[in-house]
C-alpha cells in the first residue's frame, strides 16, 4: 500500500520581466535565454516575458506565482526599485532575481488574494 498519492501539480505562473536600455535583438534573446533556463530549473511556468508593461498590469493577474528578473537593475533605478518592490509585495508576488542576491518579501497582512504570503 502506498503511503502517498501522485498528482499533478501545475507549476507556479511566473512572469519575465527585462527593462532594456539598449534594445538588440541578440541581447533580448540572451535575457530570455537566461529567464527560461532559471524557470525550467526551479519548475517554474514562464508564461510570458514583458518588456514594456505597467507593473500594475502584473500584480492584479490572477494565479500569477511572481515576477522574474534577469538581475535587480531590471525593476529600475534605485528609488524605482524600491516602490516597485514594494508593489509586488502588497499583491502578494513573489520576486525572483537570477544573478545578484535573492530578495526577501515580507507583507504586513498574511491575507491576500493569492492566500498566505511566505516569503521566499
Known sequence: MELTEQRPVPAPAVVGLL????????????LA????????QRELDLTEIATDVDLAELTVRRGLYGIVLPSLAH??????????HR????????LLVVRGRQVRTTVASTTSRRGPHRPT
Do not use: N
Not at 535565454?33 to 525550467?40: M, N, T
Not at 525593476?75 to 524605482?80: C, H
Open 87 to 94: 508593489q509586488l509585495a502588497e499583491a502578494g508576488l513573489q
Open 19 to 30: 527593462r532594456l536600455t539598449t534594445r538588440t535583438a541578440a541581447r533580448q534573446a540572451a
Open 33 to 40: 535565454e537566461v529567464l527560461a533556463e532559471f524557470c525550467a
Open 75 to 84: 525593476l529600475g533605478a534605485a528609488p524605482e526599485r524600491v516602490i516597485r
